[in-house]
Each structure stands twice: as C-alpha cells, then as structure tokens.
C-alpha cells in the first residue's frame, strides 16, 4: 500500500529522517508530503509511532482527473465496498484545489458522489455519512496535475500529544519534532531551552534525541476500524520505550513563572520527568557555569514580537551572548523575523525555511565557535 506522509511546511526531510530511522524507505520526498510504499503492519507501525507527521494517508486512487464528473466517475471504480466499515460513519475531508474545482466542501461532495455510485453499483448498502464526528476519512487532495484519493489513517489531525497544554505562543508539537530532526540532534548531549515557555519544543527535542515514539493509541486511530488492518494486533506493534540516556538530559528556562508548572506538567506527561529540569530565569541571569558540562545544544524559540512582554532585539542579544560564552555547543533557533535574528550576532552554518503557525520561519543552526573577548564581539 502506498502512504503519502504529510507534514508542515519545510518538514519533509524530518519525517523522511524519521522514516528512515525506522528501516522504513521513502519513495519519494516531496513538498509537504513524503510517500511509503509498504505494507499494512508498517503502516500501522508508522501510525502509531512517528513524531513528525501531521496525517497519515493510505492512497488508495492516485492520478485520477481533477474535473467534477470524471472525478466522481474514477471514484466510483474504487473498491469502496471492500474499503468502508459497515456502519461506520463516513465524511470527505478536501484539500488543494484544481483549476475547476476551487472549493473544498464542493469537491468533498464530488467525492461523495463517487462513493455512493459505487455502493448502489455492487448493490451493497453504504455505510452511513457522518459529517460531525466521521469515524472514517476519506482524504481527497487536489493538484492542476490530477487528484489522489485516500483514507485518513487516524481520521484526525496527529499532532495533538493528549497533553492539555495551555500556552501563550506554543509550537505544534509535529513541527517541534520536525526542527528537531532537521538540526540532527541525537543523544549525548545536554539541550538546554532558555525561552521554554510550556516546554514544547525541549520535550520534542529530547523525545526525538533519545528515540522515543509518539505511542498513540490505537483504539483512537480510524486504522483500528479498517478492515484492511483487522487481522493486525495493533497493541502488539507499538515499538517499546527506550531507556533514556544518562547522558542526555535537558533544562528549560523561563522568565515567565506562570509557565514553568506547565512545563513541568507536560515533560511529566512526556514521561521525561527524570531527565528534565525546568527553572524559572530570565536569559539575562542565565549562568553558563550552572549548566551541565557540555558541548550540547541550545534549542530555543525566542519571543519574536512583543505580544510576550519586553523588548525582543535584547532578548535575542542576550540569547548570542549566552551562546558565545558556551563554545563549541550548537544552537538551533526558530526566527520568524530576519531583523531579530542579526540581534544574536552570529553566523548560521544551516538555515531551513519552515511555515510555523501561518508564518514563513527560518529554523538556524549555529556552531559557538572560541571567541578571545565574548562581549566585543560584533553583530554580523
Ligand atoms: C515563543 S515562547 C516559547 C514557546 C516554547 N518554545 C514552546 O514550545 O511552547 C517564548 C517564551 O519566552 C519567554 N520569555 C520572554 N522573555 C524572557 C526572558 N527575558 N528570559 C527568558 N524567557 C523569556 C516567554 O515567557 C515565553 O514563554
């Protein structure tokens, strides 16, 4: 079966990353989405397990037209009979748009159409439609090249954690795991998030350091409802924990103490409890000796305007001096203003475009390179 892998914009070399370390192959790493071809247990495995992804999309037609009647008539060629739980409910989720069909809920509909034909062809009766709470999605996404039909393996949205989180600016947590792929991070070495509000992006970071799966669970997946996955025992696939490193562990800091309970709170969820400190301090105060020996990473998502109290060009000034007086550690940092980013006063060695939260971000990576005087080093 072939699997189209979406994820956030600028994230598609972190899912296929984190295919790979999965001794799964990518057949293709496209804009958006990166594509699998495999079978129903690694489907599932995958599901269940990756971090990075925000579907998962069992393609069950690809390259059939984009106009409305051809399209309702390749839809109605599929097997849907064979796809389709009895007595589930169904709905059409649409994405993109082809030069005739411009509108989502008009081209879900085309779609819908497709399928009941196909249900009163075989003479079977079709499983009802559920537009509020479908158990089954039927992904359909439009491109000017054609349109690809599939269904939605979680029939949701994967990168909500279950964590309740509650935060003023907080990433998505697929794409904190994608920024964490991207900078290559893996274990042995201290991560430290000097701005962590809610502790997104360090609990990400240190998941994907220490190789621990996103462990969804498989009764909340639609896969668990499809008959293709029934003869799989979905609880037996999920990958075990790993133990995590010694070696590896993080700190986070805030200004903020409102926030540090909830940081705490998610790493706690995250199960990183042990292997994570969470201290309220504002990076100013930060004491490069009270940090754990290094080299390790400064992983960190800066305010970037002032919704979230101060002046940001200081607090991205002081974030570069405390990185210049941690030499040979690496920092990673999401901008998602290049004025702010010269603040730091250091040059990127790797800069990822990455869309966050309808913003074009840059995602940086830095190596803290010995400098004879720290405080007379000069912006760039
Ligand atoms: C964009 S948010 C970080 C979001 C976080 N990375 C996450 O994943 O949820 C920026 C954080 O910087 C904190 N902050 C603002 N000024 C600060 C300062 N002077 N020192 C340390 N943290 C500060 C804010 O309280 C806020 O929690």
Not at 106 to 118: K, L, M, P, S, T
Not at 242 to 247: K, L, M, S
Not at 268 to 293: K, M
Not at 306 to 311: A, N, P, V
Request: aromatic share 4%; proline share 7%.
């Amino acid at each position: 079966m072939q699997l189209r892998l979406c994820a956030a914009g600028g994230l598609q070399q972190a899912v296929a990353r984190e295919v790979e370390r999965m001794s799964v192959d990518c057949t293709e790493v496209g804009h958006g989405a990166v594509r699998v071809e495999t079978d129903a247990a690694t489907a599932a495995r995958l599901t269940l397990a990756l971090r990075t992804v925000s579907r998962v999309i069992w393609e069950v037609g690809v390259g059939l037209p984009n106009t409305r009647h051809e399209l309702t008539r390749a839809v109605a060629q599929l097997g849907w009979e064979k796809l389709l739980p009895a007595g589930r409910g169904w709905a059409v989720r649409a994405s993109g748009r082809s030069p005739t069909l411009t509108h989502s809920g008009f081209a879900a509909q085309v779609v819908a159409d497709g399928i009941r034909e196909r249900f009163a062809a075989v003479g079977r009766q079709q499983p009802p439609v559920d537009l509020e709470r479908p158990e089954i999605l039927v992904d359909l996404h439009l491109a000017a090249q054609g349109a690809e039909v599939g269904l939605d393996l979680a029939a949701r949205s994967l990168h909500p954690r279950g964590s309740g989180r509650r935060a003023v600016a907080p990433l998505r947590e697929d794409v904190a795991a994608g920024l964490a792929h991207l900078a290559e991070i893996d274990a042995g070495s201290p991560i430290i998030d000097p701005f962590c509000g809610s502790g997104t992006l360090l609990a990400e970071t240190l998941a994907v350091a220490l190789g621990l799966p996103a462990r969804r669970a498989a009764r909340t997946l639609a896969l668990s409802r499809l008959p293709r996955f029934s003869d799989l025992n979905l609880e037996a696939l999920s990958p075990p924990t790993p133990v995590p490193g010694e070696t590896t562990a993080g700190w986070g800091f805030d200004a903020d103490t409102r926030v540090i309970t909830q940081a705490r709170r998610i790493l706690t969820h995250y199960g990183l409890d042990e292997v994570a400190r969470i201290r309220a301090c504002a990076v100013d105060r930060l004491d490069p000796a009270s940090l754990p020996p290094g080299p390790g990473w400064i992983v960190t998502n800066p305010p970037w305007g002032r919704r979230l109290g101060g002046e940001p060009s200081t607090l991205w000034r002081a974030l570069g001096t405390l990185a210049r007086r941690l030499p040979g550690w690496r920092l990673a940092v999401l901008s998602g203003d290049p004025s702010l980013t010269r603040h730091l006063g250091l040059r990127a060695d790797r800069r990822f475009p990455v869309r966050v939260g309808g913003v074009d971000a840059r995602w940086l990576l830095y190596s803290i390179r010995q400098v004879r005087n720290p405080s007379s080093a000069s912006l760039r």
